[in-house]
């Protein structure tokens, strides 16, 4: 078996679909196994897995929600694969991109992992696609706002380089990596466990690569970043890493990064509740509802426009400038990789797409039937 994909599932059955589908394209003619592990949605998304997917994956349904480094853990040693992908739900990969990283790995036997290009729901790239080792000094500055060290931002995007933190989002690993490092930490129910894993890859002696490969990320939609739990979990995962590798350092130097990590939870959660208590006393004024574009064939747009007429969407032929737009590209008719390039030229709008099988179209935020 060449390669094992992992996605861990939370309620979003709907993205995990996309993902799926974009998988299998991604993976024609490749030896590859695709494991969705559910953890303990309450979405219905087991039965509509199983339906929508009987035979094309392995689904394993966890009674309890582990966290996102349990459920890969748990997939990961039930796969077989010479490589393992750990692929977030909220994804969609570029026809090319997995097969692209395949060859890299190939070619270079010391690489333990890599990432890809991830672009944002807006088609911009994500400064996150390459990352530095937070170590104690890099982590001060990125928490005092200065985070060109951190991102790594003298790489070139368009050539594949050595990079110190590869993004779960779409993290390849190797077997043989995995098999002498260990698994990722479970001590981090979620965020930070990629940071931690890609930290002991490379003092197992092996290297992480960033390779120009692209996906979609829409960067959240299996979490709620503005609520309290999310603040916590976050900031608590960057507490256990600090604590795990640099915990034997001087008080002297541990004392300010703590006291940074715990500064920046209270911003957080701070400014969480100010944008709560403004939108409860109605002071964000008038909302910026998005328009609606179609690109694709002429069945894609006239379904789509139904669409729109059912869900009091407004929709435009083309969009002006400085509107806040939803381009919704069809998925049927166009590649993956033409839909991240078409993007690519519309930066600022949103990336939806719509597929016939599934009758929706899917936002960054929702979904429409």
């Known amino acids: 078996m060449k390669l094992s994909v992992i996605i861990v599932n939370y309620n ?42 009987d035979k094309d994956i392995i689904l394993i349904e966890c009674n309890h929600n582990g966290g996102f480094a349990k459920a890969n853990n748990i997939a990961i040693r039930q796969s077989k694969g010479e490589y393992v992908l750990l692929l977030n739900p909220d994804t969609f990969v570029g026809e090319e991109s997995i097969r692209q990283v395949v060859e890299f790995m190939d ?35 990125k928490m005092l706002g200065f985070a060109k060290r951190y991102y790594m931002s003298h790489l070139s995007w368009t050539q594949p380089g050595r990079i110190d933190v590869i993004s779960g989002a779409f993290c390849m690993l190797r077997r043989e990596a995995l098999d002498k490092v260990g698994l990722l930490d479970e001590d981090f129910f979620m965020y930070g466990e990629d940071i931690d894993l890609s930290y002991r890859l490379m003092k197992g ?67 969480m509740l100010y944008w709560r208590m403004r939108r409860y006393l109605g002071m964000d004024g008038r909302v910026d509802y998005p328009v ?32 806040n737009v939803c381009v919704v590209y069809d998925a049927d008719t166009m590649s993956y990789e033409e839909i991240m390039r078409q993007a690519a030229t519309h930066a600022g709008c949103a990336i939806c797409t719509y597929h016939q099988a599934t009758g929706l179209i899917i936002t960054p935020w929702e979904i429409f039937k």
């Open 205 to 271: 002696g092996y290297e992480n690569w960033y390779v120009p490969a692209n996906i979609v990320h829409y960067k959240g939609e299996s979490t709620q970043k503005t609520t309290y739990r999310y603040v916590h979990v976050f900031y608590q995962a960057m507490l256990i890493f600090f604590r795990k590798h640099y915990g034997h350092l001087s008080f002297l130097v541990t004392l300010p990064i703590k006291l940074a990590i715990y500064t920046r939870a209270l911003m957080a959660l701070g400014m």
């Open 107 to 141: 070619q270079h036997p010391k690489a333990g992992g890599a990432g890809v290009m991830m672009h944002n729901a807006d088609g911009t790239i994500a400064r996150e696609s390459r990352r530095g080792l937070p170590t104690p000094y890099v982590s001060f500055l």
């Open 12 to 53: 979003v059955c709907r993205y995990v679909e996309q993902c799926i589908l974009s998988v299998q394209k991604a993976t024609r003619n490749m030896d590859c196994e695709v494991f969705v592990v559910d953890n303990h949605s309450a979405d219905g998304s087991v039965d509509y897995l199983k339906k929508r997917f």
């Open 292 to 323: 609606y574009v179609f690109r694709g064939g002429a069945e894609m747009v006239k379904a789509c426009e139904e669409i729109a007429r059912r869900k009091g969407l407004t929709t435009v032929e083309e969009p002006k400038e400085g509107t």
